[in-house]
């Protein structure tokens, strides 16, 4: 049975910094795409970056430039780094990964087989 489980959320002022972790029990951490999504109170889950098995990585527009999703070897971890934080990336963060495709490319939410439970970031103004 396969464990996703986020850690690293809090709160912070906007224009500080997060690092986000997501741990995995039952899976081989990064062999397929994963992905970090937040959901915000619209109740919307967005994905805010993505990493292919092959290293590549996706970031949503509203991230590019203020976020990194790297995995961590010594950790073992998929990592999100998030520096410059916004009012507006606030919400609960959850790291997904995909069953079986190494590939990210035009994944939604409902591509993702396994999830973690969420950690919350809020970032006040």
């Known amino acids: 049975q396969v464990q996703l489980v986020e850690s690293g959320g809090g709160s912070v002022q906007a224009g500080g910094s997060l690092t986000l972790s997501c741990a995995a029990d039952?899976?081989?951490?990064?062999?397929?795409?994963m992905g970090w999504f937040r959901q915000t109170s619209t109740n919307e889950r967005e994905g805010v970056a993505f990493?292919?098995?092959?290293?590549?990585?996706l970031y949503a527009d509203s991230v590019k430039g203020r976020f990194t999703v790297f995995k961590d070897n010594k950790k073992n971890t998929l990592d999100l780094q998030m520096n410059s934080l916004k009012p507006e990336d606030t919400g609960m963060y959850y790291c997904a990964a995909h069953r079986w495709s190494e590939s990210c490319t035009d994944m939604t939410p409902a591509d993702f087989t396994y999830w973690g439970q969420g950690t919350q970031v809020t970032v006040s103004s």
């Open positions: 990493r292919h098995a092959y290293r590549l990585t």
């Open positions: 039952g899976y081989t951490l990064g062999s397929t795409c």
